[in-house]
């Protein structure tokens, strides 16, 4: 069972960083694209940034040029650093892994989320 273990939230102030690590539990070349998701009360939980096996990213429109998500495959952990954070960043953060299941049916795997708060 591949596990997801992220780190790196807390309270930062608004212009602050934080990097949050996305540990997996076996190689993440498994898995085809990682990425990550944020979520708030009572909203639907969207994508960040996400990183394909072959190194492409994509970025939500509003952390373009502010936040970066890499990866080191020699460690199984993906990175999401986020720069000149604002109180909107303020969430739940999860990290997501897919790979394709029988018949090519996409099978997603999530951590368990960390915290980021945004605030003064």
């Known amino acids: 069972q591949v596990q997801l273990v992220e780190s790196g939230g807390g309270l930062v102030q608004p212009g602050g960083s934080l990097r949050l690590s996305c540990a997996a539990s076996?190689?993440?070349?498994?898995?085809?694209?990682m990425g990550w998701y944020r979520q708030t009360p009572g909203k639907q939980r969207e994508l960040v940034a996400a990183i394909t096996r072959a190194e492409s990213t994509n970025y939500e429109d509003s952390v373009k040029d502010r936040f970066t998500i890499s990866r080191d495959n020699a460690k199984n952990t993906v990175y999401l650093q986020m720069n000149s954070l604002k109180p909107e960043d303020t969430a739940v953060y999860y990290c997501?892994?897919?790979?394709?299941?029988?018949?090519?049916?996409?099978?997603?795997?999530w951590g368990q989320g960390t915290q980021v708060t945004v605030s003064s």
């Open positions: 076996g190689s993440i070349l498994m898995f085809y694209a």
């Open positions: 997501n892994a897919k790979n394709h299941g029988a018949y090519g049916i996409v099978v997603d795997y």
